[in-house]
């Protein structure tokens, strides 16, 4: 049995060790990484690096999917600076996944702290009966308890400074996100004013052009626009009607240019002509007015266009401050997990420490357990106390849940 646990220890150790990260994050357990920490002494850092990609919450998903559809480029962001905001937005995202990497690893620590603890008290009440009998085994508890107690410490002092790291790192990333949000809304009113002047620029202008003209021209040159704004998904369907309207934009830009030079030349025409032949006066004014009505409705086409451009990025812009506020509210959530991480694990450190001051060694807990018993049960416990409210998520009254001595 010996050495098939060395053997299992080993084997964790190679997977810790073994650069492809990729076997090792489809292989590695919190419980393996737990048992490297406690019989090798990884850091906190080399945890969650070997750890990264084996837990990922649905929220984690849903942060990246949204990092992927915002279309911050249609939204009207400047090209210079949509790197900046989507690498706070990343950088959000991998700090999400290493807490939740770090609270994984160490409701496991928290676990086997409680399962020693649980070893140990046994074997101290077994002691008191059958001195003998339990020498052996509470001499070997006692040292999986010091050594266990010795490098949780070390352990959760990292994670307290990376607490605090992290949340500078968040300051920052808040402060971008509040500023493309402001961005956001500043472009979603100027479009929404734009829309608003087209749609009664519109009216006016074109008020003499017939409903059938008009139904005809607009039906023919938005159905591909439409359709793909009204698709399913707003990021996805919202990319493809502006794609299409800024092509049939251009497009009738190039034709109403063609159509009013030709327009120009037909006016000198007329003139010219129309000193040598009433027929061919009549003639000229036949051209040019349907010459006329074909630029009306070519610019009544290029009003719905751009009409329909500037709604299909309002629904971009709407969607973008969505995905923004998310990430805000995401953040917020964030803030106060680490707040209480930060109190749990300090709660944690402080039956820790008190502890350790008392021994320091699987010699002194021996010592203590023969003089003052009752003292190391009190301690003991209020250690597993601390780490079961670290598993249940729980903040101590006065962040300090003592228990009392027997």
Request: hydrophobic content about 40%; some cysteine.
């Amino acid at each position: 049995m010996r050495k098939k646990e060395e053997f299992l220890l080993v084997v964790t150790l190679f997977l810790l060790c073994w650069p492809n990260q990729t076997f090792q994050a489809r292989k590695l357990t919190a419980g393996t990484v737990v048992t490297a920490i406690v019989e090798s002494g990884i850091t906190l850092r080399k945890a969650v690096n070997n750890f990264t990609n084996t837990e990922v919450t649905p929220k984690i998903n849903d942060l990246n999917q949204r990092i992927r559809a915002l279309n911050l480029e249609a939204a009207g962001i400047p090209q210079e600076k949509i790197p900046e905001y989507k690498k706070s937005l990343e950088d959000f995202s991998n700090i999400r996944k290493e807490l939740t990497n770090i609270r994984i690893v160490l409701i496991n620590l928290a676990r086997e702290t409680i399962r020693r603890g649980d070893r140990l008290l046994r074997l101290m009440d077994l002691a008191e009966e059958k001195p003998a009998k339990a020498k052996k085994g509470l001499k070997i508890a006692a040292k999986q308890m010091m050594d266990l107690v010795t490098r949780s410490d070390k352990f959760l002092e990292e994670a307290e400074e990376y607490l605090k790291d992290v949340n500078k790192k968040l300051s920052k990333i808040d402060a971008n996100l509040l500023t493309l949000k402001h961005k956001l809304e500043k472009n979603s009113s100027d479009v929404v004013s734009k829309i608003n002047i087209a749609s009664k620029h519109r009216r006016k202008r074109f008020v003499i052009i017939t409903g059938a003209m008009i139904a005809a021209a607009v039906a023919k040159a938005l159905v591909p626009a439409v359709a793909a704004v009204a698709g399913t998904s707003a990021a996805i369907g919202v990319g493809i009607s502006l794609a299409v309207a800024n092509k049939k934009k251009a497009e009738l830009e190039k034709m109403i240019t063609e159509q009013q030079e030709q327009l120009k030349k037909l006016s000198d025409q007329h003139a010219e002509f129309l000193r040598n032949s009433q027929k061919r006066h009549a003639d000229m004014m036949r051209q040019l007015q349907e010459t006329q009505e074909r630029e009306q409705k070519m610019l009544q086409q290029r009003k719905e266009l751009e009409l329909a451009t500037l709604k299909a990025q309002k629904v971009v812009i709407t969607t973008a401050v969505d995905s923004v506020n998310f990430f805000l509210s995401s953040l917020k959530e964030s803030e106060g997990h680490i707040t209480s991480e930060q109190i749990l694990i300090g709660n944690w450190r402080s039956h820790l420490s008190e502890l350790v001051s008392m021994m320091d060694t699987d010699e002194s807990m021996l010592d203590m357990i023969d003089f003052m018993p009752d003292e190391v049960r009190r301690m003991v416990k209020n250690l597993q106390g601390s780490c079961q409210n670290y598993i249940d998520k729980r903040i101590p009254k006065d962040y300090n849940d003592i228990v009392e001595s027997p």
